[in-house]
């Protein structure tokens, strides 16, 4: 990136979650002081980029999430930080959806990155940086709402007595 540039860090939330049972309980609110730090950071940036969405304590194959929010009170922060800079980049990383629709509408650029391992950093930079063009497909299509999801457009979650009915048929899996 060279010496011109000048790198400032801010927390912006608290990404600590403990659950309990096999659904998804809600995340800590967003945490004012935080928040404050990252539009104080912000307002003295030529361009802000936020790293939100989930991380593996609570994206996790043995629990279920109520909603597609954003955890940890992220959209307070993503709104907060855009308000102070309107050339704000939002980096998602997570492996499952989340209701990004008041983020398109603010922001110009949302970079979905996934868990992408030890590398994902200098990945990342390099796209970042347009030194390479991300044009790979997703593998799957995200529900925009959580009535979108075939379990919930199905009327088949939660399911009876811990009985899920797969209605999809064929359809069902990775295709």
Known sequence: LGKSIDIKFAQGYSGKYR???NVNQDSKPADPALIAEAVA??????????FIGGNRDFESESRDRKDLALPFGEQALVDAVTAANANTIV?????????IGEIKKNNHTIVWSW??????GNALADVLTGKINPSGKMPFTFPAQ??????????????QNLQEDYKEGILVGYR
């Open 19 to 21: 659950s309990s049972g």
């Open 41 to 50: 950071t912000a307002k003295s940036t030529d361009m802000a980029i936020l």
């Open 91 to 99: 980096v998602v990383v997570g492996g499952a959806p989340y209701d």
């Open 115 to 120: 868990y992408n391992g030890s590398e994902n």
């Open 146 to 159: 959580l009535k979108d999801s075939p379990s919930i457009a199905l009327n088949a979650y939660p399911g």
